[in-house]
């Protein structure tokens, strides 16, 4: 069977995204994906190897746009200035794309070369802008880990609701990131 005129790999893989952020990637399947392109299920595999690597393409799609949104709130800032724009975004883009969010986190294969990679543009991101404090290599990745825990945990309970008290939500966040800042303050000041 020859491919539909007009449908190609980035048009699948677009719809995917498309799917997975408005509906999560759990509802992108290969009938889900066929149905909203209006083709039969096989059709898709002239283009695609199988769900895998669709669901792989979405997250790698996702784990970029979050790259960028990080890239971009850091640019020209350093130290408590950068940590705050980089928090704001990341928890922003959750905010703003949560199925693709959860495609990032849950689908990776950590071992896969393209995961690999863009996990370290942002690690290396994250890194730059932990260089501004007094902090051996060790404590800056230990740095990079615990910015990540707090902010995909409260980003994660968010968005399960399971914020129920009657608070701002985005106080909590800054109070949040502000004694992560001082806890990196507290650790420079203990050399």
């Known amino acids: 069977m020859s491919p539909r005129v ?3 790999t980035e ?3 677009n719809a995917a995204i498309e799917m997975a952020d408005a509906k999560g990637i ?3 399947t290969i009938a889900t994906l066929a149905k909203k392109l209006q083709i039969r299920p096989p059709s898709l595999y002239n283009h695609i190897t199988g769900l895998e690597e669709l669901k792989k393409k979405v997250a790698l799609y996702s784990l970029e746009q979050l790259y ?3 890239e971009t709130a850091a640019l020209h800032k350093k130290g408590d200035e950068a940590i705050r724009a980089i928090s704001y975004a990341y928890v922003t883009y959750v905010r ?3 199925g693709l ?3 990032s986190v849950q689908l990776p294969n950590l071992k896969d070369p393209d995961i690999q990679y863009i996990g370290d543009k942002i690690v290396k991101l994250v890194l730059k802008a932990l260089s501004d404090y007094s902090l051996t290599e060790e404590e800056a990745i230990h740095g990079v880990r615990g910015l990540r825990s707090i902010l995909h945990g409260f980003a994660s ?3 399960s609701g399971n914020f129920g008290l009657p608070l701002d939500i985005d106080v909590s966040l800054k109070l949040l990131i502000e004694t992560f800042i001082r806890g990196i303050h507290s650790l420079e000041n203990q050399k």
């Open 96 to 98: 703003s794309h949560p």
């Open 68 to 70: 960028k949104r990080l």
């Open 157 to 159: 309970l968010e968005q």
């Open 6 to 8: 007009g449908l190609d």
């Open 26 to 28: 759990e509802a992108v």
């Open 11 to 13: 048009t699948v893989v």
């Open 101 to 103: 969010y959860a495609a």
